[in-house]
């Protein structure tokens, strides 16, 4: 079956899907557009713009509406529709309910598809791991000391654009001494010290697939008490990797990472859930956290394992890894040594 007709094969009502991300899953199209996906029937909505290039592209039956996509799908629906509530702003919902259709919320129904990936989709993920691991080894050689955060963030993006990748998964991270303590830290003009720890996140994108990877550098030699954080970072890390495989709950990965950090003197400095699915977008399902309630990992899950300790005015540590799920454990595709690596 296509993703389509995965699609039709759940659905109770039309359901009108506006999301970019699940747009592009179903039909591989790009362009300003919804879909208005019957049991038995599939449209494509955009304007006079995209027209020809939807109909080229996806072979689907393409109704041009006007510009001002929302307004023109209005003029479509008819009766009960199911919409994505999660993707529509408040503005737009309005628009669709000029119509006239009545409009019943949904959530998850294209995602729930998402979450399990077809082989292609794994291999295109796999290649964009493959280029992420190969622009950190690339960069570990460089040096850091001395260097703004922002310079190495702009390096990471030179190196995927040299290694062939479509673009950047998402704008990278790099956190150096205490901006390390900040899980989400944007890069700034800090000059990396010695002694600092340097957190980067950074992944490239391929045909449409994102990876995801976190490294944690030392530039030279630093204090005792983040080579501990480090080491309990890393025996975290690893204990939440090696307790992903199919059927196993997603919030009992969370746990066996978080267990090992809250067990010692880091109680308390763990932010964030362990992990979350990844592929069209970089934040998809399933989420590995505490409130993942009884969801359980399947074969074909992508997921990250990414534990991370943060002290304030000091530093922070996050490694992180990418693993396709199966049925015996997890498939880790990013390569690059977790170990502590000191750069100069």
């Known amino acids: 079956m296509t993703r389509l007709e995965r699609l039709q094969a759940t659905l109770e009502r039309p359901l009108l899907v506006t999301s970019e991300a699940n747009v592009r899953y179903l039909t591989g199209f790009r362009g300003i557009a919804a879909l208005l996906v019957d049991p038995q029937r599939v449209r494509l909505l955009t304007d006079s713009r995209f027209t020809g290039e939807a109909r080229a592209l996806t072979g689907l039956e393409v109704v041009e509406v006007e510009r001002g996509l929302y307004k023109g799908i209005a ?4 009766g009960e529709v199911a919409i994505e509530a999660e993707s529509l702003t408040v503005a737009r919902l309005e628009t669709l309910r000029s119509g006239g259709a009545e409009l019943v919320p949904s959530s998850g129904l294209v995602e729930a598809l998402r979450a399990v990936k077809d082989e292609g989709e794994l291999e295109s993920i796999r290649r964009a791991a493959a280029l992420t691991n190969e622009a950190y080894r690339r960069l570990a050689a460089e040096t850091f000391c001395g260097r703004r955060e922002l310079d190495l963030a702009w390096r990471m993006h030179e190196l995927f654009h040299e290694l062939g990748a479509e673009a950047d998964a998402f704008p990278a991270i790099v956190a150096s001494g205490p901006n390390g303590a900040f899980p989400h830290a944007e890069p700034t003009e800090r000059v990396v010290q010695t002694g600092d720890l340097v957190v980067i996140d950074a992944a490239a994108m391929v045909g449409g697939y994102n990876a995801d990877c976190t490294r944690t550098f030392a530039c030279g030699e630093i204090s005792a008490e983040l080579r501990r954080a480090y080491d309990v970072c890393l025996a975290a890390q690893e204990a939440g990797v090696a307790a992903v495989r199919a059927g196993v709950l997603a919030r ?12 010692g003197e880091f109680a308390g400095h763990f932010l964030h859930g362990v992990g979350h699915g990844i592929g069209v977008d970089v934040h998809e399902a399933p989420a590995l956290n505490t409130e993942a309630g009884e969801r359980l990992l399947e074969a074909g899950n992508v997921v990250t394992v990414e534990p991370g300790i943060y002290l304030e005015g000091l530093g922070g540590v996050r490694i992180e890894d990418l693993l396709i799920v199966t049925d015996e454990g997890a498939e ?5 040594p977790k170990q502590l690596t000191l750069v100069g």
Not at 252 to 263: C, I, L, N, T
């Open 332 to 336: 880790v595709l990013t390569s690059f």
């Open 252 to 263: 009992a990965v969370d746990a066996a990472a978080r267990d090992v950090v809250e067990a």
């Open 75 to 78: 003029a479509v629906l008819k």
